[in-house]
């Protein structure tokens, strides 16, 4: 590690983190040579303060004698007279009574009466926090044979590709799809999809509406392939604009009124997006890394050296244990992708989005989507759908318009999304899989979480 990046990272950790040890290691300290001192003068030991500590007394200790209208030279040819004071005694050098004193060393002796019940912490029932912990509480498992049930999963924005719904198109339904969608958006969409070019599907305002009506119109091949799918459904998740395939296919939205939503949101968030230079990063971590302590510097480089106000960088879709993905500042990202090796981060790799979704940069965008939403009509859904800002079920219509706005701004907890889902007790079956939309990236994510539900997987290819 170079010289100025150690000098960086250490004056950012004084700042912070090791400033609040450092506060500890001093309390600490101070309760030591509290009990030390009053060891001292109870047992009548006949070292002085200076001798056993090695210094004199400390100042904060010093504070306290004083406010008892004693002093430091007080206190210390008291200790050296080796004789306990007696009441009867003129104590005119003490320059108070010995009931000062003694009522000086009791203030600062331990109480015995504190102890380990008696500090908040041991009375937490941490059975009842675990339980919490436990992401399988809110899935819901139906009293049948898993196998015979099923998951939908959609893909999000990143998964498009130049000739995504080509093997759609023979199926019912599809073409309409796309030219409702092209009504609502004023552009040709299938037209970006099959033809490119890959620079204007990669943009925001084109790729959130293309990837969710790609992965609407592979419903209609799901249907054609797996007809049993509908009837058998126990529930469904979107990545991120994926989300809002979740919706329609459950019923809660119409997919007219989805494509106008999406248009909002891509627009609102590609104006965001253009405010600020800023960008998304997968990072691949090991059990030795410091990825937290990696952003923290990447925002105090921001602000510090580059003088960036109000920097972001932080975790904005959970994958999988090993693997993040991090947005923010572009200067935040090139920080982290340029000291890697410096925070123990395995590898990077920069997604081609053209903004830091999911942080606090696309603030701007939450109010045009709200007020979008707030025009739709949202019904009660056939199956659930779990949000990606709890990882829970949507409950009530107003919860939707809550949490939709929510994920802009918070992070996508895909793998946690995993675990409710997937997660069984040993020797269980598991529902069927089907991915709905361009790419196989959920697939991937599946397996990398739980390889034996994985094996009941299958791509709707599109």
């Given at each position: 590690?170079?010289?100025k990046l150690q000098n960086m990272l250490f004056n950012i950790a004084?700042?912070?983190?090791?400033?609040?040890?450092?506060?500890?290691?001093?309390?600490?300290?101070?309760?030591?040579?509290?009990?030390?001192?009053?060891?001292?003068?109870?047992?009548?030991?006949?070292?002085?303060?200076?001798?056993?500590?090695?210094?004199?007394?400390?100042?904060?200790?010093?504070?306290?004698?004083?406010?008892?209208?004693?002093?430091?030279?007080?206190?210390?040819?008291?200790?050296?007279?080796?004789?306990?004071?007696?009441?009867?005694?003129?104590?005119?050098?003490?320059?108070?009574?010995?009931?000062?004193?003694?009522?000086?060393?009791?203030?600062?002796?331990?109480?015995?009466?504190?102890?380990?019940?008696?500090?908040?912490?041991?009375?937490?029932?941490?059975?009842?926090?675990?339980?919490?912990?436990?992401?399988?509480?809110?899935?819901?498992?139906?009293?049948?044979?898993?196998?015979?049930?099923?998951?939908?999963?959609?893909?999000?924005?990143?998964?498009?590709?130049?000739?995504?719904?080509?093997?759609?198109?023979?199926?019912?339904?599809?073409?309409?799809?796309?030219?409702?969608?092209?009504?609502?958006?004023?552009?040709?969409?299938?037209?970006?999809?099959?033809?490119?070019?890959?620079?204007?599907?990669?943009?925001?305002?084109?790729?959130?509406?293309?990837?969710?009506?790609?992965?609407?119109?592979?419903?209609?091949?799901?249907?054609?392939?797996?007809?049993?799918?509908?009837?058998?459904?126990?529930?469904?998740?979107?990545?991120?604009?994926?989300?809002?395939?979740?919706?329609?296919?459950?019923?809660?939205?119409?997919?007219?009124?989805?494509?106008?939503?999406?248009?909002?949101?891509?627009?609102?968030?590609?104006?965001?997006?253009?405010?600020?230079?800023?960008?998304?990063?997968?990072?691949?971590?090991?059990?030795?890394?410091?990825?937290?302590?990696?952003?923290?510097?990447?925002?105090?480089?921001?602000?510090?050296?580059?003088?960036?106000?109000?920097?972001?960088?932080?975790?904005?879709?959970?994958?999988?244990?090993?693997?993040?993905?991090?947005?923010?500042?572009?200067?935040?990202?090139?920080?982290?992708?340029?000291?890697?090796?410096?925070?123990?981060?395995?590898?990077?790799?920069?997604?081609?989005?053209?903004?830091?979704?999911?942080?606090?940069?696309?603030?701007?965008?939450?109010?045009?989507?709200?007020?979008?939403?707030?025009?739709?009509?949202?019904?009660?859904?056939?199956?659930?759908?779990?949000?990606?800002?709890?990882?829970?079920?949507?409950?009530?219509?107003?919860?939707?318009?809550?949490?939709?706005?929510?994920?802009?701004?918070?992070?996508?907890?895909?793998?946690?999304?995993?675990?409710?889902?997937?997660?069984?007790?040993?020797?269980?079956?598991?529902?069927?899989?089907?991915?709905?939309?361009?790419?196989?990236?959920?697939?991937?994510?599946?397996?990398?979480?739980?390889?034996?539900?994985?094996?009941?997987?299958?791509?709707i290819d599109v």
């Amino acid at each position: 590690m170079c010289s100025k990046l150690q000098n960086m990272l250490f004056n950012i950790a004084t700042a912070t983190r090791s400033r609040l040890i450092l506060r500890k290691y001093l309390q600490v300290q101070c309760k030591r040579e509290i009990c030390k001192t009053s060891m001292l003068y109870s047992e009548g030991s006949p070292h002085n303060i200076e001798s056993e500590t090695g210094k004199r007394i400390p100042r904060r200790i010093l504070k306290r004698i004083e406010a008892r209208g004693l002093t430091e030279d007080d206190v210390i040819k008291f200790q050296g007279s080796h004789q306990p004071i007696s009441p009867n005694k003129d104590n005119s050098i003490l320059m108070g009574s010995t009931d000062d004193l003694k009522l000086l060393v009791d203030d600062m002796v331990v109480k015995e009466s504190v102890t380990r019940n008696d500090f908040p912490s041991d009375k937490v029932d941490y059975t009842e926090i675990k339980k919490t912990r436990d992401q399988t509480i809110t899935a819901f498992r139906p009293k049948t044979n898993p196998q015979d049930t099923s998951l939908i999963l959609f893909p999000g924005q990143g998964s498009q590709f130049v000739g995504m719904g080509k093997k759609l198109l023979a199926y019912n339904g599809v073409k309409d799809l796309f030219e409702m969608a092209s009504d609502v958006l004023g552009y040709d969409l299938l037209d970006i999809c099959l033809n490119g070019p890959k620079s204007q599907l990669d943009k925001t305002v084109v790729c959130q509406p293309a990837v969710f009506v790609t992965s609407m119109a592979a419903v209609e091949k799901l249907h054609k392939l797996h007809p049993q799918v509908m009837k058998n459904c126990t529930g469904t998740a979107g990545f991120s604009v994926g989300e809002y395939s979740s919706l329609v296919f459950s019923g809660m939205l119409t997919f007219r009124d989805a494509v106008r939503v999406v248009k909002v949101r891509a627009e609102a968030m590609q104006r965001a997006s253009e405010i600020i230079p800023s960008g998304m990063m997968t990072v691949f971590v090991g059990h030795n890394s410091i990825l937290n302590f990696a952003m923290l510097a990447a925002r105090e480089y921001c602000s510090q050296k580059l003088h960036i106000r109000d920097p972001v960088c932080c975790i904005a879709n959970y994958l999988y244990s090993d693997c993040k993905v991090i947005a923010g500042n572009e200067e935040a990202l090139q920080f982290i992708e340029d000291n890697k090796q410096d925070f123990n981060i395995k590898r990077t790799k920069r997604l081609p989005v053209s903004g830091a979704f999911h942080t606090q940069l696309m603030e701007s965008a939450c109010e045009p989507v709200v007020k979008a939403l707030k025009n739709v009509e949202i019904k009660k859904p056939l199956f659930r759908v779990h949000s990606n800002v709890t990882t829970k079920r949507y409950h009530t219509n107003s919860e939707v318009v809550k949490l939709l706005r929510q994920q802009i701004v918070k992070p996508v907890k895909w793998e946690q999304i995993l675990h409710t889902l997937y997660s069984r007790q040993q020797g269980e079956n598991f529902p069927s899989t089907y991915e709905v939309g361009p790419g196989k990236q959920m697939g991937t994510l599946l397996k990398v979480v739980n390889s034996k539900a994985h094996q009941s997987y299958t791509n709707i290819d599109v």
